[in-house]
């Protein structure tokens, strides 16, 4: 089974610029999350989404930060523009709700973006 | 809102012996579910282990187990044997069954020693 699968893996950009992750979860996951890690820190739920539909998007910075899942499978989180306090990985994962290992959340390697 | 604690923000332990990370949380939910991340410094975060709240009987995978205290909301990881390869940092999760909604606390680095 195909893990979760994020590019670019690594990304430097400029402040104000702007720059987007794309996120393939684990197939027939249903739930798919994407996180803000800055070094030393846990991880932070950006944004849930549920086959398409948003679940919660409670700490997501709306005046920056943008994400999508178009048909439920695939998912790009975009920032613009991007601010130093932005520079973090960006983890995306997935989980699914029914049959074995129910509600485990994979995770993909990651996005490193720096912003300069 | 559920909370996640881990006291430890750093633990050692020496090449084969045994150490245990701390993990409290705080819920009033019945339904969910508690989960142990590894990530080494390439930032991947690996399943270490999981634990169903139903289910009474302490999780274990190879050389790692769990002490999970319903009543007291507490959910230690015990690591035995202890390698090099287990130095990272390690992050507690719960996993709310009813509302899909996972939280972690602030993780604990375990620094092997040879």
């Known amino acids: 089974e195909a893990g979760v699968a994020q590019s670019p893996r690594y990304k430097i950009i400029e402040k104000r610029q702007s720059v987007a992750f794309w996120c393939n979860p684990i197939?027939?996951?249903?739930?798919l999350y994407w996180y803000q890690q800055i070094l030393g820190q846990g991880p932070k739920l950006l944004i849930q989404?549920?086959?398409?539909?948003?679940?919660?998007d409670s700490q997501l910075p709306k005046d920056r930060f943008s994400a999508e899942r178009l048909k439920g499978v695939d998912s790009t989180l975009k920032i613009q523009p991007a601010k130093l306090e932005d520079s973090a990985v960006y983890l995306c994962?997935?989980?699914?709700?029914?049959?074995?290992?129910?509600?485990?959340?994979?995770f993909g390697e990651g996005s490193w973006l720096t912003v300069v | 809102a559920q909370t996640v604690t881990q006291s430890q923000p750093e633990m050692s332990v020496q090449e084969a012996e045994t150490v245990t990370l701390s993990c409290t949380y705080d819920?009033?939910?019945?339904?969910?579910?508690l989960f142990w991340y590894k990530q080494p410094p390439s930032r991947q975060m690996i399943l270490v282990i999981r634990?169903?709240?139903?289910?009474?009987q302490n999780a274990t995978e190879n050389r790692f187990s769990v002490n999970f205290q319903k009543a007291a909301k507490s959910f230690s990881l015990k690591i035995s044997d202890s390698q090099l390869g287990d130095a990272a940092m390690y992050f507690c999760?719960?996993?709310?069954?009813?509302?899909?909604?996972?939280?972690f606390g602030t993780g604990t680095k375990l620094q092997v020693i040879p």
């Open positions: 994962a997935s989980s699914k709700e029914r049959g074995i290992n129910l509600n485990t959340i994979y």
């Open positions: 197939s027939g996951h249903a739930t």
């Open positions: 989404f549920q086959n398409n539909g948003v679940v919660d």
């Open positions: 819920t009033s939910e019945s339904d969910y579910y």
């Open positions: 634990q169903e709240a139903y289910k009474q």
């Open positions: 999760a719960y996993h709310s069954g009813g509302y899909q909604k996972v939280t």
